[in-house]
């Protein structure tokens, strides 16, 4: 078990170091510390229906705690994580946790369920966060590419349109009048 350094040390994680674990619309983020899940403490609070992510870590053990840079769309930031026995402390002492019919105890029941031992056996539960932040890179790309198609069609349209009617000034300046036929 990595143990976390409280407050002193900040872990420097890349975004193959993320994975991302979505329950009823949810995202809980966990990053992979030397090897050990570290969890996005605030992600995990929100989840247990924790109304202060703070106030919980304060009665975490010091070891229990730490702080990541992670990488976000908007840059890196740095967030409060807690170890996996910091997580299983924060699900034992959500009252909401143990409340059946409520969000953290169904998101509690899913954890010990499914998340924990999907960790335990392959390393990982949900998408890499690299995979995400990837496919949302390709989609600005794309928008930004079909917003500059959209504009250019937008221009070639006005062109013709000029070109039409620089054509028919051309045709009613030039064009020699006919005398009509009766």
Known sequence: MTKLTGNKT???ANSSDISVIKFEGKNVRIVNVYGDPCFVAKDVCRALEMTD????L???DGEEKGKCSIPTP?????????CESGFYKLIARSRKATTPGTFAHR????VFREVIPSIRKTGAYGM???FLND???RQAAYIKKASKRGKDLQA?????SHLIAEEAELWRKYQPQLPEVH
């Open 135 to 137: 496919h949302s890179k």
């Open 74 to 82: 908007g840059g890196s930031q740095v967030m409060r994580t807690v």
């Open 107 to 110: 998101f509690t029941n899913w």
């Open 10 to 12: 900040t872990f420097t």
């Open 58 to 60: 304060r009665r975490l």
């Open 156 to 160: 070639c349209k006005g062109e013709k």
């Open 128 to 130: 890499p966060f690299a």
């Open 53 to 56: 992510h703070l106030v919980a």
